[in-house]
C-alpha cells in the first residue's frame, strides 16, 4: 500500500506541468533577468579516485539534487543494471541493484527533484548500430545512502518510459531532466560536427509505451557524449570528448529557442575517454568521470569567491 501511495504522489508530481520555477527554485537575483550570466571556471582538477573497483566504465554521472557530497554512477554496456554510490572523495557508498530494469546500454543518467523528493533518470538509449526498436528510461525514488555498502541494496522501478525518436533510431550518450518544465532532454550522437536534440514530456503513467521523443534542434559541436541540466532549470551542459558547451534559457523559455542560439564553450581537463559530466548540488560546479581504473573524480569549480564550490 505504501509503495502505491509513493507511486500516485510521483505521477502526480511528474504530471503537474509548471514552467516556472518555485520560490526555491528560482535563481536568486532580478525576477525580470534574462538568460542566466556565464559563469567564469578555474582549470579543471581531479579530487578522487573512485573506491570502487567494479567501476571500470563510468558512463553517466549525477550528483544528488538532495544530499551534499553524493555521486551516483554506472558503467557502459556489459554491466548488471546496478547504480553505484560514492561521495566527493570517492569513497565507495554502496551498490543498488536496479529491481525489473535491463542494462541494454546504459549511457546517462540525471539527478533531480520535485519538491522535497529526489529522484535518478536511467538513460538505457545507446545504439551504437541505430537499430534499437526503441529504447527505455527509468525512474527511480533516489536512494538513501546505507551504512553497510558491502551489500547491495535493491531498488524498485518506479516508472519506465519506452520511445522511440520521430525520424527514427540514433545512438545516444546524453539525457536529462528539466525539473522546471517538466521535460526529458536528450541529444544524439551521430557525429560529423551536428548533434539532434529531442524532447519527452515526464511521464503521467507508470509504465509508458510508445512514447515519442520530438525533435526541437541541431547543435554544431563534435560527437555528444553526456549532458545535465542544472537544479534550476535554465542551463543545460553538453559534453563531448573534449569540452563542453553550455546553453542557457530565459525563465520563460523554451528549449528549442535556447538550442537555437550559439553556445559558450567550457574548457574541460584532460581524460582518457569523457562520457560523463554533471552539475552539482550548487547548480553552477561541474563534475566528471572518465572510462578508466581507478576512474577519477573531476571537478570544475567556479572560480568567483561567491560562486565556490562544493565542499569537499
Same mark, same amino acid.
Given at each position: 500500500?505504501?509503495?502505491? &501511495? @509513493?507511486?500516485?504522489? &510521483? ?49 553517466? @554521472?549525477?550528483?544528488?539534487? @538532495? ?30 541493484? &536496479? ?84 521535460? &526529458? ?93 554533471c552539475y552539482g548540488r550548487d547548480g553552477r560546479t561541474l563534475y ?8 577519477? @573524480? ?15
Amino acid at each position: 500500500m505504501k509503495k502505491l &501511495i @509513493l507511486l500516485a504522489m &510521483i505521477l502526480a508530481a511528474f504530471a503537474c506541468v509548471n514552467v516556472t520555477a518555485t520560490a526555491a527554485e528560482k535563481p536568486a537575483g532580478d525576477e525580470n533577468a534574462a538568460a542566466p550570466e556565464p559563469i567564469s571556471y578555474q582549470a579543471g582538477k581531479e579530487i578522487a579516485r573512485l573506491a570502487n573497483p567494479a567501476i571500470t566504465e563510468s558512463s553517466g @554521472l549525477a550528483a544528488s539534487r @538532495l544530499h551534499d557530497g553524493v555521486f551516483w554512477t554506472h558503467n557502459d554496456s556489459g554491466d548488471k543494471p546496478v547504480l553505484y554510490a560514492f561521495n566527493s572523495k570517492g569513497e565507495d557508498l554502496g551498490v543498488y541493484l &536496479i529491481k525489473d530494469a535491463r542494462a541494454a546500454d546504459w549511457e546517462d543518467m540525471a539527478s533531480f527533484s520535485i519538491g522535497k523528493k529526489g529522484f535518478l533518470l536511467i538513460a538505457d538509449v545507446g545504439d551504437n548500430g541505430a537499430r534499437r526498436k526503441s529504447c527505455t528510461l527509468y525512474f527511480v525514488v533516489e536512494p538513501t545512502v546505507r551504512a553497510r555498502p558491502d551489500k547491495p541494496a535493491s531498488v524498485p522501478v518506479m516508472v519506465r518510459v519506452d520511445f522511440t525518436y520521430e525520424d527514427g533510431p540514433h545512438n545516444c550518450e546524453s539525457a536529462a531532466v528539466d525539473p522546471v518544465r517538466k521535460e &526529458i532532454l536528450l541529444v544524439s550522437k551521430t557525429g560529423g560536427g551536428t548533434c539532434k536534440t529531442y524532447l519527452l514530456p515526464l511521464p503521467r503513467k507508470r509504465v509508458v509505451s510508445g512514447a515519442v521523443a520530438k525533435a526541437v534542434g541541431t547543435l554544431g559541436m563534435p560527437t555528444a557524449t553526456a549532458m545535465d541540466v542544472s537544479p534550476d532549470g535554465l542551463r543545460a551542459v553538453v559534453l563531448t570528448y573534449g569540452d563542453a558547451y553550455e546553453y542557457t534559457r530565459e525563465k520563460d523559455e523554451d528549449w528549442k529557442a535556447a538550442f537555437a542560439r550559439a553556445p559558450r564553450r567550457i574548457g574541460m581537463p584532460k581524460r582518457a575517454q569523457g562520457e560523463s559530466i554533471c552539475y552539482g548540488r550548487d547548480g553552477r560546479t561541474l563534475y566528471l568521470t572518465s572510462e578508466k581504473v581507478p576512474c577519477p @573524480l573531476l571537478q570544475v569549480a567556479p572560480t568567483l569567491a561567491a560562486d565556490a564550490a562544493e565542499p569537499e
